[in-house]
C-alpha cells in the first residue's frame, strides 16, 4: 500500500470516528441541545413521509454545494436506519450531482469553464470515451470534490446519462459505509464502526485496485493529475 493510498483511507477512517463520536455526544450528553439535534427527531425521524421528502430536500440541496456525501449518508442511517437511510443518501447524492452537472452544461458553462478551465481538460482527457467507468472510478476513491467534479464533467464532452450512472454506482459502498455507521449512534456503535472502518478500507483498496489497471491499460498519468476525484 502506497503512502497517498494510506493517508486516504487514514482521512476516512478519521471522518467516520469524528462523527460517530458527535453522534453519541449528541446522544449522551447535553451537547444534543446545543446542535438543536431534537429538531432532526421532530421533523425528520418517525415523520413518515414527511420526513423522508424534507430529509431527501435538504441532504440534495446541501450535495448540490458540495456538503460531504459522507455526512448525508452518516445523517441518513441516524434519521432512518440503515438500509432507508442508505436509499435516501444515494437519492439525494445522485440528485445532487444531477443538478450540479445540469447548472454547467445548461446554465453555467462559460463560468465554470473560464475558473477551472484546467480541471476540466483534464477531466474531459480522463472521461474520454468511456465516462461510466471513469466516472464509477472517480466516485469509489475517498478524496476530493463531488461538486467540482460533477461541474467539470458538465463542461466536458462526457455524456451526461453514463456520467450520472457511473456516479450513481460509485457513491453506493460510501453511503452504506456511513449509513452504517449512523446507525450504530443508537446501538452498539462499537460493533458498527468497526465494521464500517473495515468496508471502507476495503472498498478503497478496491477503487485503488481498479485504478492501477486502469493506468496499466492506458498509460495514464496518475488520477491527481487527470481528474478531480471524489
Not at 53 to 64: N, P, S
Not at 108 to 122: N, P, T
Amino acid at each position: 500500500m502506497n503512502t497517498e493510498l494510506a493517508l486516504k483511507i487514514a482521512r476516512g477512517l478519521v471522518m467516520l470516528l469524528v462523527l460517530v463520536g458527535a453522534g453519541v455526544a449528541i446522544k449522551t450528553t447535553d451537547l444534543g441541545a446545543m446542535l438543536d439535534e431534537q429538531w432532526v427527531d421532530a421533523h425528520i425521524r418517525g415523520q413518515g413521509l414527511t420526513g423522508q421528502l424534507l430529509y431527501l430536500a435538504i441532504a440534495a440541496g446541501f450535495a448540490t454545494v458540495g456538503f460531504p456525501r459522507q455526512i448525508i449518508s452518516f445523517m441518513g442511517g441516524y434519521a432512518f436506519g440503515l438500509v432507508e437511510g442508505t436509499a435516501l443518501a444515494l437519492l439525494a447524492t445522485i440528485l445532487g450531482c444531477i443538478i450540479t452537472f445540469t447548472f454547467a452544461r445548461l446554465i453555467g458553462r462559460e463560468l465554470v469553464a473560464s475558473k477551472m478551465s484546467g480541471r476540466v481538460e483534464k477531466i474531459d482527457r480522463f472521461l474520454g470515451n468511456n465516462p461510466f467507468s471513469m466516472a464509477l472510478l472517480i466516485r469509489l476513491m475517498p478524496a476530493g470534490s463531488n461538486v467540482l467534479t460533477s461541474l467539470c464533467a458538465g463542461v466536458s464532452s462526457a455524456r451526461g446519462i453514463m456520467f450520472v450512472a457511473g456516479s450513481a454506482l460509485g457513491f453506493i459502498p460510501q453511503t452504506f459505509i456511513f449509513a452504517l455507521a449512523g446507525t450504530g449512534v443508537n446501538v452498539d456503535p462499537g460493533l458498527r464502526l468497526a465494521i464500517s472502518a473495515g468496508l471502507f478500507v476495503v472498498s478503497v483498496a478496491m477503487g485503488a485496485y481498479l485504478y492501477r489497471r486502469y493506468r496499466r491499460h492506458s498509460g495514464s498519468k496518475p488520477l491527481e493529475q487527470e481528474a478531480t476525484p471524489s
